[in-house]
């Protein structure tokens, strides 16, 4: 196995122990052990536990957050089509299992973002790209006569990703799908208003 592969192997096992423990209860001996390698190997790849959580953010959770957004850029369908379409992915993918994790942005949110400045600009470049991705596609709507005139765009982008993060930390705490699917609803709802 090469180097890269051992690093994303390290990294991929990294971040479901996130997921699952929250950062501060991280255990890397406990991850390396399960993927029978060295500490020494670990601390080649990541100097230290925060490089490993740094790394999970910028190599796993922005890309994969920031590719829905990134692609309202490159398309012309109805930005609020899109936006709901993704909204009710989401919903239709969310398992109790899902659920009872979190959302492993959201949760680093929490925890991280009082304590660690580092981490809270890391998970700030995310969210600033959620919302700012999601107001220039609403925007673009205003001006193809999609989205209605007097939007607060930013606003408008700004709640959604709240009310998005905000429907998997209710769901969270109920350990409720339903109540996931209930307020990914009204989210659907809400965008469905500032149609044209």
């Not at 209860?25 to 490089?51: E, M, N, W």
């Not at 600009?121 to 925007?139: C, F, H, S």
């Amino acid at each position: 196995m090469n180097a890269t592969d051992t690093r994303e192997r390290i990294l991929g096992r990294m971040f479901q122990d996130i997921h699952k423990n929250g950062f501060q209860g991280l255990r890397a001996d406990r991850v390396i052990a399960d993927l029978g390698i060295t500490k020494g190997a670990l601390y080649h790849y990541f100097p230290s536990k925060d490089a490993i959580g740094l790394a999970v953010i910028d190599e796993l959770i922005e890309p994969s957050y920031l590719q829905f957004f990134r692609g309202l850029e490159d398309v012309d369908e109805h930005p609020i089509d899109l936006l709901q379409k993704h909204l009710q992915w989401l919903a239709n993918k969310a398992t109790p299992d899902e659920i009872h994790l979190g959302c492993p942005l959201n949760n680093l949110v929490q925890e991280m973002s009082p304590i660690n400045e580092s981490f809270r600009l890391r998970l700030k470049v995310v969210m600033d790209g959620m919302i700012n991705y999601t107001t220039k596609a609403l925007e673009r709507g205003i001006r193809n006569g999609q989205v209605k005139a007097d939007a607060d765009c930013a606003a408008v982008a700004g709640f959604m990703v709240a009310g998005m993060e905000g429907a998997y930390g209710v769901a969270k705490v109920l350990m409720s799908v339903v109540s996931f699917h209930r307020n990914i609803q009204q989210l659907v709802n809400y965008l469905e208003s500032f149609r044209a």
